[in-house]
């Protein structure tokens, strides 16, 4: 089973920046370039709520308002490799972080709840705090 693997996340102070990665090896026969990734986060007793998304051909699509101007997205595909640039972080950051593949290489301009996402990864912790 194909997943994809999240890093980069840990403790920042507000104020403060984290880049997390999401990858899949090589290895697993999934190239990213035909994927558009999304990102997620769940917060403590919260729902997951979907944060942005980069197509395949780098554009994004931020389904988050409170993260535009401060997170950006960006993917290197010769490794495999999607990235979220987190900058101004706050407390209300803190969640736990996942990125999602969709075969289409595609993002919906708004997010869409049906969109069959076909890989996830486990998620990374980040705590930001004041």
């Known amino acids: 089973q194909v997943q994809f693997e999240e890093s980069g996340g840990g403790l920042a102070q507000s104020g403060g920046s984290l880049k997390l990665s999401c990858g899949v090896p090589?290895?697993?026969?999934?190239?990213?370039?035909?994927?558009?990734v999304g990102w997620f986060r769940q917060a403590p007793e919260k729902e997951r709520e979907p944060v942005l998304c980069?197509?395949?051909?780098?554009?994004?699509?931020y389904y988050l308002e409170s993260v535009k101007g401060r997170f950006t997205a960006s993917r290197d595909n010769a490794k495999n490799t999607a990235y979220m640039h987190m900058n101004g972080l706050n407390p209300e950051d803190t969640a736990v972080y996942s990125c999602?593949?969709?075969?289409?290489?595609?993002?919906?301009?708004?997010?869409?709840?049906?969109?069959?996402?076909?890989?996830w990864g486990q998620g990374t912790q980040v705590t930001v705090s004041s």
């Open positions: 999602a593949g969709l075969f289409t290489g595609d993002c919906s301009s708004e997010y869409d709840e049906g969109a069959p996402w076909d890989y």
């Open positions: 090589r290895a697993t026969g999934l190239v990213l370039d035909f994927y558009s």
């Open positions: 980069i197509s395949n051909r780098d554009e994004t699509s």
